[in-house]
């Protein structure tokens, strides 16, 4: 019998080992891959970070039996995290398999930890379901050493060499230079200001989101009779964000010198400088820099351009605002809005039939066809290249303009991927703050004050020492606006910014790498409640009871209803709930007090039960007669915002509401604590 069982115990052994083999080859092969995974793996590991923080720190009596586990699962995910982070940079399509996986792991373990606070789960089996999670991440990890060793994962340095870079720039000014259709009150305002103004070197600049025009209007003041005519010598250079400098110095060189290409290109950097500075000294120029991402760009090139008190200029194309403030205190700064109506036909006239003019059966078509492009220039552009290879017929054209999305995101080499670039470049914490835009209507208008309490309540925001959370997020903003992907609609009489949103296409292209993340549903009509997603925004007034959410798995939820109650026994998860009513009709929000792990709250009433909910950070109550005694003993309500004017209670000292920040439209007649 001691023969049998110590045989059967030596082929379990075996049989794990054959079984942990092959799982670790399922590791290295092809996952299903998405071009920006690592920005919300990195995310979602965080959140469960803070959650595990929030177990071993506040809620050991709870999780006792369990501590050490999760201390182990911890460590696991600190070193996890810095994997990620290293896969944020590299971009590299072999190692978002493993951002994937590892963003997957920290869901099903955020899943079975929530589902045994609320409950769900006893803790044995939470146990269980550790110990299968921590032996994936290690599983994880022994296929890291060869990764490592394979993509140089914390050594990296992202660089292209010089011809790839001309390449590139080659590539996008052969693209731009036929577009000359539009800016014509641009043109003549950006002419005057480099042929007139001061003496002095001046910067003029002009700013605008990726795909918007900029390096068009560029060509187009380069090439401008008034520019040759008033200005000795000119030169273009592209200096993108990665940029080189003997490149770019022998760009500009070429075009301000006689000299031959080989002479040139046998130059050392200090020669190609002097060069340059010769070239320049005396003389009245115009130097372009397209495509400026960096301060430190223009500070390297600064010394080569004299300031002889001769009218000379220089003219950035940026996404950055910061970067043409940063420049020069006394330049000027042209922000460029997207083409009117008549300019995007023009435009699409001029590329699919260059000056024959488009026949009259097509005009209505076309002319909805362009207005379809959402005014934005490459738009236009990639839809015009797709019609002039077509036959010339209405019913062809009728297509084209109900699939305009699809063929701009089924060629990945033109305008989508140009307008991702804004998206790549963005530093990792506002990633998914530019992301939750998708979540909001298209052309509503944001209120500032909403956006930034979901931001963070969604815990994007990061902390910073002697600054508030708010101070943050309005940082982050404000950051998004200067790149020009967020657009201010309405301002406050100080300047302060009060409402925003985001141009069509740029919420397009947030919802399509949201899906692909599984950053955010949105839910316009039917949804399978098999699918599941984290985040939940429903633009459907009534939902099918089957198409109906529900699952622990649901973190937030967005949303207008005509019968919420369906939220309360089966979404026990949510920390942000948004729930809005095209009716005046008043809901019974009977239930609410279930939600215990809500830290965010919109409602169109207030339910009686809204001091149960201890975690509550944010309420929003759109319609109000009074605000209860019960707010005061809540202890996390910083932010409380009321639709219309209302009072406290007679018999409330709003003194012990200490964690309070911001009153909106709420009177106060006893000020107990002045």
């Known amino acids: ?152 994962i914390g050594s990296l340095v992202v660089t292209e060499s010089p011809s790839e870079v001309s390449t590139q720039v080659s590539k996008r000014i052969s693209m731009v230079d036929e577009i000359v259709v539009g800016f014509e009150e641009e043109t003549t305002r950006i002419v005057s200001q480099l042929v007139g103004g001061p003496d002095y070197l001046q910067i003029i600049s002009i700013i605008g989101m990726a795909g918007l025009g900029k390096t068009t209007l560029a060509k187009k003041l380069y090439n401008h009779v008034s520019i040759h005519y008033n200005f000795d010598k000119h030169a273009w250079c592209v200096v993108s964000q990665t940029y080189h400098r003997r490149q770019i110095l022998i760009d500009i ?81 042209n922000a460029l809005p997207f083409l009117s109506e008549d300019e995007c036909w023009d435009l699409l006239q001029l590329k699919v039939f260059q000056n024959e003019g488009c026949p009259r059966d097509l005009q209505n078509i076309g002319k909805q066809i362009a207005t379809n492009c959402h005014r934005l220039p490459l738009a236009v552009v990639v839809i015009a290249a797709v019609l002039a290879n077509m036959e010339k017929k209405e019913s062809l054209w009728d297509e084209v303009a109900g699939s305009i999305s699809s063929y701009l995101s089924e060629d990945p080499g033109k305008c989508i991927n140009v307008l991702e670039l804004s998206y790549k470049h963005l530093p990792v914490h506002l990633k998914p703050c530019f992301l939750y835009f998708g979540a909001f209507e298209e052309d509503k208008e944001i209120p500032v004050w909403r956006l930034l309490s979901l931001w963070i309540a969604e815990g994007f925001i990061q902390k910073k020492e002697q600054k508030s959370l708010e101070d943050v997020a309005e940082e982050y903003l404000m950051d998004l606006i200067n790149r020009s992907l967020v657009q201010v609609t309405k301002r406050r009489s100080n300047n302060g910014i009060k409402a925003c949103n985001v141009h069509d296409l740029i919420r397009d292209m947030c919802l399509r790498i949201a899906k692909e993340e599984n950053f955010l549903k949105v839910i316009k009509d039917q949804f399978s409640i098999y699918e599941k997603h984290h985040r939940l925004s429903i633009h459907s007034y009534s939902l099918h009871s089957e198409s109906r959410p529900f699952g622990l798995h649901i973190r937030t939820l967005l949303g207008c209803f005509s019968d919420p109650l369906f939220i309360f026994p089966s979404l026990k998860l949510l920390r942000i709930l948004e729930l809005s009513s095209e009716s005046s009709n008043y809901w019974d929000i009977t239930g609410i007090q279930f939600l215990i792990h809500l830290k965010y709250l919109s409602v169109p009433w207030l339910p009686s039960s809204i001091g149960r909910l201890e975690n509550l950070e944010f309420l929003l109550v759109e319609r109000a007669d009074y605000i209860p005694p019960v707010l005061l003993n809540m202890p996390e309500l910083r932010h409380l915002h009321v639709g219309k004017p209302v009072t406290f209670s007679n018999n409330c000292d709003i003194s012990q509401m200490n964690s309070l920040q911001t009153l909106s439209f709420v009177r106060i007649f006893h000020l107990n604590f002045i």
């Open 1 to 152: 019998m001691d023969l049998m069982l110590s045989l059967l115990l030596r082929r379990i052994e075996m049989v794990k080992e054959n079984i942990k083999e092959h799982c670790i080859t399922l590791l290295k092969l092809p996952y299903r891959t998405t071009p920006n995974a690592s920005v919300v793996s990195i995310f979602i590991v965080d959140s469960l970070l803070d959650d595990l923080n929030h177990l071993i720190n506040n809620r050991t009596d709870l999780v006792v039996d369990v501590k050490d586990q999760i201390k182990l699962f911890h460590e696991e995910l600190m070193f996890s995290r810095s994997f990620l982070m290293d896969i944020e940079v590299q971009q590299n399509k072999k190692l978002i398999e493993y951002a994937i996986q590892l963003r997957d792991l920290a869901y099903e373990a955020e899943y079975i930890i929530n589902s045994f606070l609320v409950g769900a789960i006893p803790i044995w089996y939470l146990s269980l379901r550790l110990s299968d999670v921590i032996q994936k991440n290690k599983l994880i990890r022994i296929a890291l050493p060869e990764i490592k060793l394979n993509y140089s």
């Open 253 to 333: 060189l070429r075009s301000l010198s006689d000299v031959n290409r080989d002479a040139i290109l046998n130059m050392d950097d200090e020669s190609l400088a002097k060069n340059v500075y010769k070239n320049l000294k005396g003389r009245r120029y115009l130097i372009v820099m397209d495509d400026l991402w960096d301060i430190k760009a223009w500070d390297d090139f600064r010394r080569y351009f004299p300031n002889d008190r001769n009218g000379s200029r220089i003219l950035f194309t940026s996404r950055l605002k910061d970067v043409a403030l940063q420049a020069s205190s006394n330049g000027i700064l």
